[in-house]
Antibody, heavy 121, light 107 residues
Framework: EVQLLESGGGLVQPGGSLRLSCAVS????????MSWVRQAPGKGLEWVSS????????YYADSVKGRCTISRDNSKNTLFLQMISLRTEDTAVYYC??????????????WGQGSLVTVSS | DIQMTQSPSTLSASVGDRVTITCRAS??????LAWYQQKPGKAPELLIY???SLESGAPSRFSGSGSGTEFTLTISSLQPDDFATYYC?????????FGQGTKLEIK
């Protein structure tokens, strides 16, 4: 059974930093690209970042470029999102999602339960 | 960036109704389109990929069609479990973009 479990969310002050993790199981992690998608309270879905199966290619939304770094540890089946210089508009539930392939552009076939990040003073 | 526009934003319908949600892309995305269902407090779930392919485990009352810039999601006979919010997503190119969502409500 495919499982994705996010952790690391919480309350952070504007300008602060946070690292989200997503531990996966039930599939060969390195064979799939992975992504982060967020959802602000009461709003729609917004793609944040993606990383190829090998970790050699990364992609970012303009809204987080330069402030977020996606990475993965294929030996530990874990995906990360390091966020710095956080803004109030970054407040959202952050979902990790499995891309439907390893390298290229894909839809998301499995999602985690989400981790809430609240940026507030 | 490719803009995705869904209509309507809200749809009121009754159990047993046939409903259609439309998603338009600002430029051609071939058939690189997915549909997701999201219930309150839950993660989205994949329903349709490649515009018309039904995800394994998704009910057969869901179907998708379209190519290029115009796409539709149809539910042939609404069931109580179908009242949720639906999103389209293009994966033709980065940045991936979603439609704003269509909330399907009980009439």
């Amino acid at each position: 059974e495919v499982q994705l479990l996010e952790s690391g969310g919480g309350l952070v002050q504007p300008g602060g930093s946070l690292r989200l993790s997503c531990a996966v199981s039930g599939f060969t992690f390195s064979m799939y690209a992975m992504s982060w998608v967020r959802q602000a309270p009461g709003k729609g879905l917004e793609w944040v970042s993606s990383i190829s199966g090998s970790g050699g290619s990364t992609y970012y939304a303009d809204s987080v470029k330069g402030r977020c770094t996606i990475s993965r540890d294929n030996s530990k089946n874990t995906l990360f999102l390091q966020m710095i210089s956080l803004r109030t508009e970054d407040t959202a539930v952050y979902y990790c999602a499995r891309d439907s392939g390893s390298y290229g552009t894909f839809y998301f076939d499995y999602w985690g339960q989400g981790s809430l990040v609240t940026v507030s003073s | 960036d490719i803009q995705m526009t869904q209509s309507p934003s809200t749809l009121s319908a009754s159990v047993g109704d046939r409903v259609t949600i439309t998603c338009r892309a600002s430029q051609s995305i071939s058939n690189w389109l997915a549909w997701y269902q999201q219930k309150p407090g839950k993660a989205p779930e994949l329903l349709i990929y490649k515009a018309s392919s039904l995800e394994s485990g998704a009910p057969s009352r869901f179907s998708g069609s379209g190519s290029g810039t115009e796409f539709t999601l149809t539910i042939s006979s609404l069931q109580p479990d179908d009242f949720a919010t639906y999103y389209c997503q293009q994966y033709n190119s980065y940045p991936y973009t979603f439609g704003q969502g269509t909330k399907l409500e009980i009439k």
